[in-house]
């Protein structure tokens, strides 16, 4: 509960509750939502609406789970397994022409969007391509 704008990238389990007012992009495994959320939301495993949820963006999820008074406005894409548009960390490294450790070092440090699922690292290839944009700007 609470008030959040900005990125939010977590591990594991995320609660969103009823009071939360959020603007922001998230991107996540397993998470369910119970208040207001104004931005793109992204789930590996899971998300789940609750009701008095409000939600207002962009989500992808392989299993989406919406309950009676719940709301959600805004585009939903699904997938049938959650790996599947998400890379590993030496096809990353790979597309980035990079080398692999410079990769590791940037996930461990939060420098770029990425999920760790167990001791694997999973790469979004378009939120990395939104990442390096935003940082050729700065």
């Known amino acids: 509960n609470g008030t959040f704008q900005g ?10 509750g009823q009071k939360a007012i959020i603007k922001a ?8 939502v119970a208040g207001k959320i104004e931005g793109n939301i992204s ?3 899971r998300l789940k609406l609750i009701a008095p949820a409000d ?5 992808k999820s392989p299993l989406l789970i919406i309950e009676e008074g719940a709301l959600l406005n805004g585009l ?3 997938k049938a397994q959650a790996n599947s548009t998400y890379f ?3 096809e990353m490294a790979n597309y980035l022409q990079i080398e692999e450790s410079t990769l590791l070092d940037w996930a ?3 420098k770029v969007p990425v999920i760790k699922e167990g001791s694997q690292y999973l790469f979004d290839p378009k939120e990395v391509e ?5 940082e050729k700007v700065s």
């Open 55 to 59: 939600v207002k963006g962009e989500i």
């Open 88 to 90: 590993t960390l030496r």
């Open 43 to 45: 789930a590996v495993r």
């Open 25 to 32: 992009e998230i991107i996540g495994e397993d998470i369910t």
């Open 130 to 134: 939104n990442w390096l944009a935003k």
């Open 108 to 110: 461990e440090e939060n």
């Open 7 to 16: 990125k939010l990238n977590t591990k594991g389990i995320l609660f969103i």
């Open 76 to 78: 939903c894409t699904m």
